[in-house]
């Protein structure tokens, strides 16, 4: 991986055991997790600064994989000027906050619509209970983002019986340029 590091950026309740997220994370060597200090009761700005926190601690410019509320969250980041450079984003199967309006997370709402200034591919889900695949599509044009397919995943949650998600490993290492997923290096 040339010393490259990953960062996860999770949804709200963070992170599951046995999440496809982790189990990239086993191996990816230099890959961390943004750690929110409040799962439960998110907070856009205090999510931020985790993120921006992460990103400076990095040796060289990350790539973002982000799940959930965990994309909204990276949207609001490089909406508010993103002061560190990002090699890319994987943004899996977002959380459309704007018409799921639960009151934990009204705080995320409105989601910017800015271009993210580096590569980005939105991994959309065809029956995810959080955006409708139309939604996803906006948001990917909007960002700038390559819409991905998914397919019929739901939300890419452990209680939706997604294990390691090899197709989103395969987008990691098309971002990553080097051929090397979480699962492995590519054949």
């Known amino acids: 991986m040339s010393g490259m590091t990953t960062l996860f950026v999770d949804g709200w309740?963070?992170?599951?055991?046995?999440?496809?997220?982790?189990l990239w994370?086993?191996?990816?060597?230099?890959?961390?997790?943004?750690?929110?200090d409040d799962w439960e009761r998110p907070e856009r700005g205090a999510w931020m600064a985790r993120l921006d926190e992460a990103?400076?601690?990095?040796?060289?410019?990350?790539v973002l994989v982000a799940h959930s509320l965990g994309c909204v969250t990276l949207a609001h980041w490089v909406a508010d000027g993103a002061r560190w450079p990002v090699r890319a984003a994987l943004l899996a199967t977002p959380a459309d906050v704007e018409t799921n309006r639960k009151p934990e997370i009204r705080g995320f709402d409105p989601i910017p619509r800015v271009a993210f200034p580096f590569p980005t591919i939105l991994?959309?889900?065809?029956?995810?209970?959080?955006?409708?695949?139309?939604?996803?599509?906006?948001?990917?044009?909007?960002?700038?983002?390559?819409?991905?397919?998914?397919g019929e995943v739901g939300h890419l949650t452990v209680g939706e019986g997604v294990g390691r998600w090899p197709a989103g490993a395969e987008l990691h290492a098309e971002l990553l340029g080097d051929g090397v997923?979480?699962?492995?290096?590519?054949t």
């Open 13 to 22: 309740f963070g992170p599951d055991p046995g999440d496809w997220q982790e």
């Open 25 to 36: 994370a086993l191996g990816l060597p230099g890959s961390a997790r943004v750690v929110q």
């Open 55 to 62: 990103v400076r601690q990095c040796a060289e410019p990350p």
């Open 123 to 150: 991994a959309a889900s065809r029956n995810d209970s959080w955006m409708t695949p139309d939604r996803a599509r906006s948001f990917a044009r909007d960002w700038g983002a390559r819409l991905v397919d998914a």
């Open 181 to 186: 997923s979480a699962l492995g290096p590519s």
